[in-house]
Structure formats: C-alpha cells, structure tokens
C-alpha cells in the first residue's frame, strides 16, 4: 500500500503560506497584480482560468482579467502584452495556452518580459533555470518539487526517472531534479525498452499525456511516482498517465488525479507571483 501524497492538502498549506506574506505586503503599501490573458472559448482554458483568478482572490492578489475573443489578432494581442510590460503596476502577465492557431505562441511567450513571465515559460528564464540563476520556474514541475520535499522524499543520489520532455513538464523537472542532486535520466516516445528505465526509477515522474499508460510493471517496488497527466474518461472522472489502481500497490508513495499535481501547479503559478516582488527589483 501506497502512501498517497495529498496534493490538495499541501498546496493548501502553501497558499496559506503565501496570503499571510501578501498581507504583510499590503500592510508595506506593495499590492501585487496578475493580468489573466484568455484569448478564444476553449472550455478546459476557461475552467483553468476560473481557477487561477479565484486563487489570487484568496490570496489577496489582484487579478485583472482579458477575455478577449477568438478572432483577437496576433498583433492587438501584443499590443496588449506591451501595454501590461510597460504597467508598473502589474506584476504578472499569463497568457493562456493553448492559443488559437492564427497566434504563434513562441511569439507571444517571447513578447512577455522575463520579470513579468510567471508561468517561466520565457527563454530567458528557461536559460536561467539551467545555469542555476535566478528566475521564474515553470509551475507545473516546481511544484513537483515542492510536493517532495514536503512528503520527505530525498531527491539526492536518488535515481530520478522523468517520462516526457515537453518544454513546460519534462525538461524543466530533469532540471530542476538535477538541482537537487538527483541522478536523472529523461526519456521520450523513442525511448527504447522503457519499462527497463522506469524500473530503475527511485522516483519517476510521469507526463507523457497517456491515460493510464504506465502500469505496475513500469514501477520498482516503493518507488514515489508522480502522475501529472490529467484526462477526462468517458464515464466524465478524471484520471492521470497513471494506471492508479495498477500501480498503488507496487510504489511506496503516490500522487492521486485529481488532487495530486494539478492544486500545485496553481499553488506555484500564486508563489510566482509574490515571488515577483523580490525578482522585478
Ligand atoms: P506533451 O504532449 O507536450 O509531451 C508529452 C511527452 O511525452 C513528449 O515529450 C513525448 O516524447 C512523450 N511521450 C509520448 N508518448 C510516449 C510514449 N509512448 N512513451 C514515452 N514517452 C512518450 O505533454 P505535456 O504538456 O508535458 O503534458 C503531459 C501531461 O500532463 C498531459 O496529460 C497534460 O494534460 C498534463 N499536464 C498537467 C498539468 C497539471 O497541472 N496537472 C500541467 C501540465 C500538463
């Protein structure tokens, strides 16, 4: 039996954290802002957006919200971006992705200013990220990290398996697990026998984008693994890249979906923001 690490219960606790650090901000005069970008009425972006908004507001963050409509031209939304840049009184900028197609988002996220980035998905900060120099992490894998060293697992010396190598989840967690001194390997769709690499896993965390692909035969007995995907079944539950049922009897620790990852990718996007205080002086 696994122990199931609460993602919930944590990201609570750090959001706790973070709106008593924002009061004592308010008490100094520093009010922070994050401007929301949604462009198009994809349901999932806004459901998302829904949830950051209402986070800040109990965290004590100002959110300004554009909800601008599908047909926003890749220019108008520059022109927003710079606009915001040039606003003092922003803190954060987040655009949410996906954008519709006529938008390159490379583009967009290279027009957001670095200090201004907090979903850290800008190239300078990605830079900074790998040299080891201050910056905006992507939320998603920080809070992977944050998820561990709150659970006690030691990353040092362990042997971290990540399953993925997108620019927002993969990479950036291969990075961040070297931080920690972890021996890491990074494997991909053209990874050759993949079970044989997870199985050497001490942690494996698993963003493929697969439902329930990785099963008890991926795991090492008492492995931590951690499911970042997310998926709607037909049945309307959610579950992860994880097969949950399959592989909770095998590892010795476990994020569940819902409730795993997901609250810290928000609870790391607020951390961002008032951590923007600090980066944009
Ligand atoms: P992505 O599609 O950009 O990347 C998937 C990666 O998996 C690719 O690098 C690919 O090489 C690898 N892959 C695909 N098939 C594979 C296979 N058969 N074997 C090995 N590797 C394979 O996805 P992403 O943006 O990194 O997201 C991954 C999952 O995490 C998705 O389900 C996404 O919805 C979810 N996600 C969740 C959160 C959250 O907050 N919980 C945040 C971001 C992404």
Redesign the pocket.
Known sequence: MATIIDGKKISQTIKDELKEKVAEYKQNGVEIALAVILVGNDPASSVYVGNKKKACEYIGIRSLSYELPEETSEEELLTLIDTLNKDDSVNGILVQLPLPKHIEEKKVIRAISPKKDVDGFHPENVGALLIGEPGYVS??PA?IIELLRRSNVEIEGKECVV????????KPMGVLLLRENGTVTV?????KD?KEVCKRADILVV?????M?ITADYVKEGAVVID????RKEDGKLC??VDFSSVEPVAGAITP?PG???P???AMLMKNCVDSISLLS
């Open positions: 939320c998603t809070g399953i993925g190598r997108s620019n927002i989840v993969g494997t991909h769709s053209r990874t993949l963003a493929i984008g697969k439902p692909m970042v995907g997310i998926h992860g890249d979906v795993g990852v997901g810290m990718t928000i």
